[in-house]
Every structure is written in C-alpha cells, then in structure tokens.
C-alpha cells in the first residue's frame, strides 16, 4: 500500500504542477492548454523528430504487425502510443509507449491503420542486411483510437498478453473504427487510410492551434462539459504531439456529433478529476524497453504514466472505452 500511495502522490504532484496557457473553443469541444513546472528528462527525443533526423529507422518485415526499429543514435527514443508511421508497405500504429534505448535494434508489435494497401512506396534501408522499405514521417491516431487501444491495455496482467489480443482480434477492430468515422466524416480514402481523417480537419482546426507555443507540454480535453483526456509531454518538441492529438481529438468530436453518441460520464474539471485519482488503482507494467511504465484505474479514466530514470516523460489519462 505504501508503493501505491507514493505513486499516487507523484502523479497529483504532476498535476499540480500544470498552469493554464492557453483555451481553444469550438462549440462543445474545449482544449485548455498548460505550462508543466516540471523537470524535462535529458537525452530523450519522440519518434518524430528521431526518423526526420534520420537517428532512428523503422522498417518493414514480411508480416503486417511487426516492424523493426534500429536507434543509431547516442540518445533515448520515445515511441508513444498512437505515433503512426508513414510509409512502408502500409502505415501502422505503435500500441503501447516504448522507450528504445541506444545503440540497440529492436523488432516491435504494430498495428495496420491503413488496411488498403501492401507495397512498398519509399527508399528502401539497409538494415541487419536486408533492403526494406523505411518510413520516412509520422502522424498521429485520434483520440478516440489511442484511448481504445489504452482501455485495452489496462485490462490485461502484462504487455505481451496485450499485444497478441491487439495484433488479432484488435486488428480488424481497428480497421473497422477507422472506416466507420472516415465515413461520417467524408474523409474517405482509397487505401482506407487513418491519416485521412486527420488532413480533413486540419484546415479547419490549425487556424486556433496558433496560441500554442514550444513552452506548452500539456492538455485538458472536454466533450461538451466533461474531462475526456489529459496528456502532459514532457520533452522539447511536445508542442508537435500536442497539436496532432488537438487535431485527433476535433475529428473525434465532429464525428460524436454527428452520430449523436452520449458523451460518458466523468469530471467537469481539474479538481474533479484529481478527486477521482486520489482513489485511482496504480500497478507497475511489463517493461518493453527503457520505460517504466504505471497503469492508472478509476472509476471513470484509464492512464499510464511513462517513467525513465525514476523521472516522468509521458502521462495520458482517458476516459475508459468499452468494447
């Protein structure tokens, strides 16, 4: 009881710590965006900016749910859940944060989120001695995917249970979800692609995302009055993932209006939420790479928060999903 209560206490110290930046409103849908007064871990940069600096290659393998990640860098590299990488024979989704440490190459479960499409559309790499196609750029999922895949996580004992129910049945779960809102939201594409639903937005949305600056590593997202995610990065370039989610999260409301689907119960604010936490159910996960990972229960939410060094780098807290 004591671990827990320590874990609990780090986790609303982490909270605390966030002060109010910046507010972005359409309609029901409210971001408010936040200053961390937190430490930055050193030495850890996300996927994104490791493939654009060419420090770290993700190739295909022959089969759809795995690819192999070689960090040819001197650095840590932070792969979130939800990160989608761009290229390869299909784009796929990573499932679970991963920490890839140094020097190391490392074959990873994935996800298929473009289900249309099995070639090759890039450069291949030279990579443990063989030419595959690389994936040159990343995205992100919307929220509503990333806290589908969270909720699913939560309930298995460890990550490897997880990722065999996630790489089976999840698979054609997921590439249902995808069409499903691609449809409603007119975002349809040939190769039934995730990405698509994210460029039918951005024009919409990127003109309010101006307020958000380097210096902001944190968000509250609300569905018509209630908490449906927070998410603190605490890195350099979290401004990037936070803009993408910001992206993810519009599209997923637009669709939940238009299917008129009930918004889940859950807290109307920060002290609500923190209240809810007080009680939360905290475990150690399976380690994967570098990471130390801690599953969050409440009544309402799932979470993990992503540790290195006994130093926080990622907390995600969703509204659970059922299903």
């Known amino acids: 009881m004591l671990a827990m209560s320590l874990a609990t206490k780090k986790l609303i110290g982490l909270l605390r710590s966030m002060k109010s930046f910046h507010v972005i409103r359409r309609d029901d849908f409210t971001v408010e965006v936040f200053i961390v007064s937190a430490e930055l871990p050193k030495n ?193 370039d979290a401004r990037e993932i936070l803009v993408d989610n910001i992206r993810g999260a519009y599209a997923d409301y637009l669709y939940y209006e238009r299917k008129r689907i009930k918004t889940p119960e859950g807290a109307r604010n920060l002290e609500e939420l923190l209240d809810e936490l007080k009680e939360s159910k905290i475990r150690e996960s399976q380690k994967i790479g570098a990471e130390r990972i801690l599953n969050i229960e409440t009544k309402h939410y799932v979470g993990q928060l992503v540790e290195v060094d006994g130093k926080p780098v990622v907390l995600e807290i969703k509204l659970r999903v059922e299903g």
């Open 44 to 236: 850890i940069i996300p996927l994104k900016k490791a493939i654009e600096n060419k420090l770290l290659f993700v190739v295909d393998t022959e089969e759809v749910n795995k690819v192999v990640v070689e960090n040819k860098s001197d650095r840590f590299v932070l792969l979130n859940r939800g990160d989608v990488l761009v290229g390869g024979k299909q784009n796929r989704t990573i499932l679970t944060p991963i920490v890839i440490p140094p020097r190391i190459t490392f074959e990873i479960p994935v996800d298929c989120v473009e289900a249309g499409r099995w070639r090759i559309t890039t450069t291949g790499e030279v990579i443990i001695g063989l030419r595959r196609a690389h994936f040159a750029k990343t995205r992100r999922l919307p929220m509503y995917l990333r806290a589908k895949l969270l909720s699913k996580e939560i309930k298995f004992f460890s990550r490897v249970e997880y990722f065999a129910d996630a790489t089976g049945q999840g698979q054609s779960e997921i590439w249902r979800d995808i069409n499903e809102s691609s449809e409603e939201l007119s975002a349809i594409s040939e190769t039934s692609d995730v990405t698509e639903i994210l460029r039918h937005v951005e024009t919409d949305i990127d003109p309010d995302l101006k307020g958000i600056t380097k210096r902001c590593r944190a968000a509250i997202y609300y569905y018509r009055g209630r908490i449906i995610a927070l998410e603190i990065y605490l890195l350099d």
